[in-house]
């Protein structure tokens, strides 16, 4: 019976390590309605982060509702970059679902009926060449996580990528 178990045993661990291996580890999935659909990392034109003459409002990042019927509230929740820039949606803006919204730099007017907040910050967020965008659950908990590089992920080099259709 001794060798009978072992071989169970044996085979058992195969089938996990078969099944580890046939997943990536970057590709963890969160358990989250809310996910970032693409980002606008490199706004177009020469970059400026001056308030009044500016392109930081072209920067964005979207964040869809995936949820086929559960609204949620952004309140809360935290977006950031490896080297810790984070903005925290403070006031209620509700998607709907498969309703997305904008993250844009700069200043402006937050609308859920046109989709945007804005940062209220000039300053540029994501990196042009490469970075990492966290969407954090209010709980603390991870809602999605995207690295990017400006050659091994944007392909047509238009300064968009997109994580989720």
């Not at 001794?2 to 071989?7: H, M, P, S, V």
């Not at 019927?69 to 935290?78: A, D, I, M, R, W």
């Not at 006031?91 to 700069?106: F, I, Q, S, T």
Request: a positive charge.
């Amino acid at each position: 019976m001794r060798i009978r178990t072992a071989a169970v045993a044996t085979t058992a661990v195969a089938g996990a390590l078969a099944m580890l291996t046939a997943f990536p580890a970057h590709a963890a999935e969160y358990t989250s309605a809310l996910k970032v659909r693409g980002v606008q990392y490199d706004a177009p034109g020469r970059d400026s982060n001056k308030c009044s003459t500016g392109n930081t409002h072209q920067e964005y990042l979207t964040i869809k509702n995936y949820s086929p019927t559960k609204t949620v509230n952004l309140k809360g929740y935290l977006v950031k970059d490896a080297a810790g820039n984070r903005f925290v949606f403070t006031a209620n803006h509700y998607l709907e679902p498969r309703d997305y919204v904008k993250l844009r730099g700069g200043h402006g007017t937050d609308s859920d009926k046109n989709n945007v907040v804005y940062r209220a910050n000039c300053n540029f967020l994501w990196n042009n060449d490469k970075d990492t965008i966290y969407l954090v659950k209010p709980t603390g908990s991870r809602a999605d996580v995207h690295s990017y590089t400006k050659h091994g992920s944007d392909r047509d080099g238009n300064g968009y990528i997109t994580f989720h259709k």
